[in-house]
């Protein structure tokens, strides 16, 4: 029996609209799916090497008190023996010529305002001859600049110049006592008291630790490095005066300050410049309560030689280097590498920390910042873009299509 019309109309109708919604469906599922992001890779991380060293051991004197120390490093790099407060000698003046310097700053060469001895002054230069200490010939209406003054105070270890000085800077040494009781506080230099200007006062006392820290001012300071590594100088009047460090020129040795009385032994702040790398590090450090000043230098040279093979210049990250890689489902890959290279010179075994990050991605242009290498050298961190290796593109509709599962 033939099918109705109204049967045919029915069977037509419903042909249509399924395919109509096959049509629709594939439509949607075309626009869906080549339309779809792409899911974010995540990065497949490389292990950065380690970057430990070995531990320096330097070598200390069999006697006293030492500690040393670097400009640029925190604190002090090793110590011996008592590193409680004692007497300090002739150090002192280092205090006495940072708190004036503080107080009436110089830069460069520059010479500074005249200064006329007066009667006063001669006074002080024989009060220092009955103290039994070092002192420099002064007379009345004598004319020297500033620095030349620090230098009478400094090369020679004159005890009556840095008392002169000190009248000078701030009026009276109850002023200048008080101004570097101020100074030292403010530089947290907890372990230091000056009694006097110029050290022959046993009460004049620092930690070694502290003297280290007072080495890494006077280096800092725009002056006094030239000033202390001076082997002589000629002071018009006074004459020619001779540096009392033996060790200058020696080893590297640049500076710093010898100190000598019953109480304090031989002494010497010490500054050296030691090659690393392709960079110089100043070693800053203390050696207290020698017998001898020649065998207190012996000690010293011997220190540092076994010192200075503790630095080394590592290099932190090395541009180029890969840290990440990403690899797509639809075949392209690429690479995190490092946008440049970081080197730093290290001390024995500090520790070194690297920490790699590297984002997530999908598409991305050759360049493109994807994370970062963060490595930390004690206190200090250094951080180092990651940049893609390559172009990674959009995979585009057709692969949407034929993986609806990764999209």
């Not at 069977?11 to 049509?23: K, M, S, T």
């Not at 008080?178 to 030292?184: P, T």
């Not at 006392?205 to 890494?216: E, F, Q, T």
């Not at 000598?260 to 309560?289: I, N």
Request: glycine content about 10%; overall charge negative; aromatic content about 6%.
């Amino acid at each position: 029996m033939s099918p109705t019309r109204r049967q045919v109309y029915r069977r037509r109708r419903l042909a249509f609209f399924g395919a109509l919604a096959v049509v629709l469906a594939s439509a949607v599922y075309l626009t869906s799916t080549g339309l779809a992001p792409v899911s974010a890779l995540d990065a497949s991380v490389s292990e950065p090497a380690a970057l430990t060293q070995a531990a320096a051991t330097p070598t200390w004197p069999s006697q006293g008190a030492g500690a040393i120390g670097a400009v640029g490093f925190d604190g002090v790099l090793g110590s011996s023996g008592d590193q409680s407060s004692v007497p300090i000698a002739s150090i002192t003046k280092m205090v006495t010529a940072l708190v004036i310097l503080d107080a009436k700053p110089l830069t460069g060469d520059e010479e500074g305002p005249a200064i006329t001895f007066t009667d006063t002054d001669v006074d002080i230069y024989y009060d220092a001859v009955a103290e039994n200490g070092s002192v420099a010939p002064v007379s009345a209406g004598m004319v020297l600049t500033q620095r030349q003054a620090l230098e009478t105070m400094l090369i020679p270890s004159a005890n009556n110049y840095s008392v002169s000085l000190a009248v000078w800077a701030f009026g009276s040494v109850d002023a200048y006592l008080a101004a570097a009781s101020a100074y030292l506080s403010e530089h947290g230099l907890t372990g230091t008291t000056v009694a006097d200007t110029s050290g022959i006062s046993a009460q004049s006392v620092s930690s070694p630790a502290d003297l280290v820290a007072i080495g890494k001012l006077v280096m800092a300071d725009p002056v006094l490095p030239s000033i202390v590594a001076m082997p002589s100088a000629e002071i018009p009047t006074v004459g020619t005066v001779t540096n009392t460090n033996k060790l200058l020129g020696v080893d590297g040795v640049d500076g710093i300050k010898t100190g000598t009385t019953d109480e304090a032994g031989a002494c010497l702040l010490f500054a050296v410049e030691v090659p690393v790398g392709d960079t110089t590090v100043t070693l800053v450090g203390v050696v207290l309560g020698g017998d001898t000043h020649p065998e207190l230098n012996k000690t010293v040279r011997t220190l540092i030689a076994s010192v200075s093979p503790g630095f080394r210049q590592v290099t932190l990250v090395e541009e180029g280097t890969v840290y990440g890689s990403y690899t797509t489902p639809w075949g392209q890959s690429g690479q995190a590498v490092a946008e440049s290279s970081q080197s730093a010179v290290l001390w024995s075994d500090t520790p070194v920390n690297t920490d790699v990050e590297v984002e997530p991605l999908t598409v991305g242009s050759e360049g493109d910042t994807v994370g970062s290498v963060d490595v930390t050298v004690g206190s200090a961190t250094v951080s180092v873009p990651l940049v893609l290796d390559t172009t990674i593109t959009d995979p585009g509709p057709f692969w949407r299509w034929t993986h609806p599962g990764q999209v």
